[in-house]
């Protein structure tokens, strides 16, 4: 490992936009420290698939939050008037506005300047089932209004924006399991590009039957037969919430926060062939964003692990052709920790080499048996996460040591 | 933001006017309206039963990626025809797309396949036994996959779900990836099809009108839900320049904003809303004196109307009067998550041929203080042009077109001459 260079990251992010809060909700912990040193101590546990939720087989296991402060952000009947997707949502957020120490007086008068985001892959599947039921039922009498007003992804959006008064630029993101990559993508363009200081970007998951049934449908379709059988957490589809406070480092610097780590380059788009000068392709592309990603990359933390891997494309083939460039870089694996997130995946990628650069220590439990080069006592400078779906969209972010 | 200019040259639209712009077109300045009885689904048990279908019979039929399978979702279908059109308008169809990029605004995309999905679920139909929907194809992201695959697109690719003001918000995103420089042409835009879940929802709302679509007039009672796609060709004016693509119309800027007012309903003061345009202009760099169309969201429901009306007096102050407003929703209902995109093509055509199509069905009694285009429609030159478009959630969003005749003669170093109106390009086209 190379990682004498005391160079700031600071210094090589052409526009940095700093990361200074994270909000949790997983189905093992609530709350980004909590959920992160349960993760880093291969302390995520999950429960059986019950029953009552038709599992693939005895063994499965699931990922269902349970719990969750939700009277910290929201009275009885604001949670009433929600859905769980809202409600989830909601509290990440309100979360992650805590750790970033932006509080609700900060918040009035300048609502205006706060943008919000938010993702999902299939976050509106399960309201606007029950929304339909009584079309299914043949029973349009009994239709529910309430329910129609959830049905839309922006729903979400704008529960959170009315929630804490948010007017600021606001949109929501549905492109399957890469939304995550794409809201941290918007987010971070609207502050680099001065449309707002700060921006919340919320990336949700929730489940109901028939959300199980289409995940269950989607696995076969993509030949993960294993469905839930290895003992890795990878394979456990999981819900919850991730949350972000994107901010510049203006704003950041004003408010005399710190910043757990820096975002910068970041790159997506589909792959249409499974080659490797296709994914060298995409690696340049990226690398040539901007220098600062030249300059420095100590682990990759991809978005492998378990029975991930697809017809479209392999994400190995993506990590590979990135250690040809930093060869000396190691790999390091969220999903085998967090289990299986959907478009939350990204962001607890990207929070977990965020919270490692931060505390400059890398965690053993991240890494992968692949390429385990960096040790804990090194300091690591920045890192890249990247992400290959089975339909295959990829992304890349570069993430420096703030 | 980076400098990089953007511009629009290629345009597609499918409508209740059938498959094409100039039908589109042509129905918007006829005054025609494509309102007509629901056929999709059994609209009995419903307050309402009014729509503005496509006529599927008549459209191209589209295969997957280019094989014998035909696309078997319909949004995607029609975004697919529309995307077609664009791309060929713009002398792109079939050229090196790996700079190209594309942006989707879609709020029910393959609502009618998750939906028979959920008949089969909701009866407790075995697997196995039953064929469900393709689980891919019943998502909203598969018309982006579906775009992205036809055109093996390399560059970004998004997909934007804001309910009704979603291809507004494409239009702009697709924007910035070429502002951005990482993309050189972008294809931006939606498609929406009328299914029975989107009809009941509006309808439980009493949003459904049981005559017609009077936008902004007092005696207005709603809209009917229309089907359609709208793409836009999206291109750096520098790469459109070098290849000597006919420009319809600059994209200026755009903005967007969150009411935090309520999830379902527009603002009572419209100063969420306004705030969208504003950013707008400010993102465009256009005093709002300068602007001489709006493109409304005109929903014709009692709260849109007057929140709207508010917005622009609170966004344009007194200029407001002499901006010319007009809604398009009478013609062709609203077409949820694809009426930006196909609004944002009627604001260009506006801004091409000096023509505001008529707002339809006035019983002259609205507010005095806005020039409506009524009638006949109004012949008015238009140098700058705001389409603008509001959803569930609070989601507002504005995009701000320029003529091709505002372009300086200095941008990107070339001479006037080199940036046409595509009247002009079209004539030296044809001589060579």
Request: glycine fraction near 12%; hydrophobic fraction near 40%.
């Amino acid at each position: 490992m190379k990682l004498g260079s005391d160079t700031l990251m600071a210094d090589l992010f052409a526009t940095p936009v700093c990361l200074t809060g994270i909000g949790a909700i997983t189905p093992f912990a609530s709350g980004w420290q909590e959920v992160f040193r349960l993760a880093s101590a291969s302390g995520a546990t999950f429960a059986p698939w019950g029953t009552d939720l038709d599992p693939p087989h005895a063994g499965a296991r699931l990922g269902l939050v349970r719990d969750y402060p939700k009277a910290r952000y929201c009275s009885e009947r604001q949670l009433r008037l929600m859905d769980r997707a809202m409600a989830l949502s909601v509290v990440a957020s309100g979360m992650a506005f805590e750790d970033a120490h932006i509080s609700d007086d900060d918040r009035i008068g300048s609502g205006e300047r706060i943008g919000t985001i938010t993702a999902s892959m299939r976050g509106e599947w399960a309201t606007r089932y029950r929304f339909a039921m009584p079309m299914l039922g043949n029973d349009v009498g009994v239709i529910n209004p309430a329910h129609f007003s959830m049905v839309a992804p922006s729903a979400v959006c704008g529960q959170i924006a009315l929630s804490f008064g948010l007017r600021g630029w606001s949109t929501a993101l549905s492109s399957g399991e890469i939304s995550g990559m794409h809201a941290l993508a918007r987010g971070a363009s609207l502050v680099a590009a001065g449309r707002a200081p700060i921006v919340v970007v919320c990336v949700y998951e929730v489940f109901s039957k028939i959300t199980l049934h289409q995940i269950k449908a989607r696995w076969r379709k993509y030949g993960r037969c294993n469905l839930l059988q290895s003992d890795l957490n990878s394979d456990v589809p999981i819900e919850g919430a991730c949350a972000f406070i994107l901010e510049s480092a203006e704003s950041a610097a004003r408010r005399g926060v710190d910043s757990y780590a820096l975002l910068g380059a970041m790159t997506h788009g589909y792959l249409h062939e499974d080659r490797p000068e296709s994914y060298r392709a995409v690696v340049s592309r990226h690398l040539g964003k901007s220098p600062e990603t030249g300059a420095a990359c100590d682990f990759v933390m991809s978005g492998l692990g378990g029975a991930k891997g697809n017809s479209r494309g392999d994400e190995q083939g993506l990590v590979t052709s990135l250690f040809e460039e930093y060869p000396e870089a190691s790999e390091l694996r969220a999903r085998p920790l967090f289990g299986d997130g959907a478009a939350q995946s990204v962001m607890f990628q990207v929070a977990s080499a965020a919270q490692m650069l931060k505390n400059q220590r890398v965690e053993p439990a991240f890494m992968s048996d692949a390429r385990s080069g960096i040790t804990s006592g090194e300091r690591p400078r920045a890192a890249i996460a990247t992400q290959l779906t089975d339909r295959g969209a990829y992304g890349l972010i570069s993430i420096g040591r703030a | 933001m980076s400098s990089s200019r953007v511009v629009v040259t290629g345009l597609g639209a499918v409508s209740c006017f059938g498959a094409g712009v100039h039908e589109f077109w042509r129905g918007l300045t006829s005054g025609a309206s494509g309102q007509t009885a629901i056929r999709r689904f059994d609209e009995a048990g419903y307050r309402s039963s009014l729509a503005a279908e496509v006529p599927w019979a008549g459209l191209p039929s589209i295969s997957v990626d280019g094989g014998s399978a035909p696309l078997v979702e319909d949004a995607s279908w029609i975004a697919s025809v529309a995307a077609d059109e664009a791309m060929s308008d713009a002398g792109l169809l079939g050229t090196d797309s790996r700079t190209t990029g594309c942006v989707v605004g879609t709020l029910f995309s393959s609502i009618h396949l998750f939906e028979r999905y959920g008949r089969l679920f909701f009866r407790s139909s075995p697997v196995g036994e039953v064929e469900y929907p393709d689980v891919d194809t019943s998502s909203v992201a598969y018309q982006l996959e579906c775009l992205v695959g036809r055109f093996r697109l390399g560059g970004p690719a998004t997909l934007i779900s804001t309910a009704c003001s979603s291809s507004t918000d494409a239009i702009g995103c697709a924007a910035d990836f070429i502002r951005n420089g990482e993309a050189d042409a972008m294809l931006a835009g939606g498609a929406d099809i009328l299914w029975e879940m989107a009809h009941a929802g509006f309808n439980s709302f009493f949003s459904i009108t049981r005559e017609c679509v009077r936008s902004f007039d007092t005696s207005r009672s709603g809209f009917f839900i229309g089907e359609g796609a709208g793409m836009l060709m999206l291109e750096s004016l520098e790469h459109a320049l070098a290849r000597g693509a006919r420009i319809y119309a600059e994209v200026r800027g755009y903005g967007l904003s969150n009411t935090a007012f309520h999830l379902t309903a527009t603002s009572e003061d419209g100063s969420g809303e306004a705030l969208a345009i504003r950013r707008c202009l400010e993102d465009a760099g256009i005093a709002h004196s300068r602007i001489d169309y709006v493109n409304a969201h005109g929903t014709a429901t009692p709260h849109n109307d007057v929140s709207e009306i508010k917005a622009l007096k609170t966004a344009f102050g007194t200029d407001v009067a002499g901006i010319a407003v007009s809604s398009v929703k009478a013609n062709i209902g609203h077409c949820m998550g694809a009426a930006g995109a196909l609004e944002a093509i009627a604001t260009i055509k506006c801004v091409e041929q000096g023509f505001i199509p008529p707002t339809l069905n006035s019983t002259g009694d609205l507010d005095t203080e806005l020039d409506f285009a009524l009638d006949s429609g109004k012949v008015r030159n238009v140098d700058f042009a705001i389409s603008q478009s509001f959803g569930f959630g609070g989601a507002c969003s504005a995009v701000l077109f320029g003529s091709p005749r505002q372009i300086e003669p200095s941008a990107q170093g070339l001479g006037a001459t080199e940036c046409l109106p595509p009247d002009e390009a079209r004539k030296r086209h044809a001589h060579g």
